[in-house]
């Protein structure tokens, strides 16, 4: 991956799009200064069933825990290729009213 300087370059210049993984997303709310997602108005999770198998869960839950709820007018997009308990349960606790297209 790319190195967290250049990374904390670019995001000190507030992007309108953030693509990362949960660690690396963690790491940079944590450690670069300034950064932050209050005012974050979409989430977007794509391979969520496999960011759960390869043990991003409690990554994914802290990224909730800090980001806007969705009664401030976040929305989230959950995407997986198939519904296991555990995508089932970030859905519960990442999004509301969802809509489920099979």
């Keep these: 991956g790319v190195d967290m300087a250049s990374q904390s370059i670019a995001l000190a210049r ?3 799009v953030v693509v990362a993984t949960p660690g690396r997303l963690l790491d940079h709310l944590q450690n670069t200064k300034g950064f932050h997602l209050k005012r974050l108005q979409y ?4 391979e969520a069933d496999r960011m759960l ?3 991003f869960e409690q990554e994914l839950n802290e990224l909730l825990e800090v980001i806007p709820d969705s ?3 976040r929305k989230t997009m959950l995407f997986s ?3 296991t308990s555990k995508v089932e349960k970030l859905q519960r606790a990442s999004l509301s009213d969802p ?3 099979e």
């Design 53 to 55: 198998s390869m043990d």
């Design 99 to 101: 809509l489920r297209v």
């Design 71 to 73: 009664s401030d007018g």
């Design 43 to 46: 989430l977007v999770m794509d």
């Design 14 to 16: 507030n992007p309108h």
């Design 81 to 83: 290729a198939t519904m």
